[in-house]
């Protein structure tokens, strides 16, 4: 499942947050309830697979704050502790 979101999802969020905000809100709302799912590893396939990745791009998850929701948001600023990545 990680390799899966990591090869398609993240590209796919990486490709639509400029071409397409309806689509990209849609995105967050999937990665949104993932964080909220009672399975934890339904949250952890969301923070290490897309969050991970997304945090680590150039500007990081700034470019994504239009779209990503509280759960989301609160899950990747914990991450953020762990990497070198710029406050958000």
């Known amino acids: 499942m990680h390799i899966m ?7 796919y969020i990486r490709k639509i947050v400029n071409e397409s905000p309806d ?3 849609k995105a967050f709302d999937f990665i949104e309830a993932m964080e ?3 399975d934890p590893e339904i ?10 990745a997304l945090m680590t791009d150039e500007g990081g998850l ?8 509280p759960e989301s948001l ?5 991450m953020s502790q762990f990497y070198n990545v710029e406050s958000f």
Do not use: H
Request: no cysteine; glycine share 12%; charged share 25%.
């Open 5 to 11: 979101f990591g090869m398609v999802i993240v590209p």
């Open 23 to 25: 689509k990209t809100k």
């Open 36 to 38: 909220l799912d009672n």
């Open 43 to 52: 949250g952890n396939v969301a923070e290490v697979s897309i969050l991970e």
């Open 62 to 69: 700034k470019k994504y704050m239009g779209y990503i929701g």
């Open 74 to 78: 609160k899950a990747a600023r914990y």
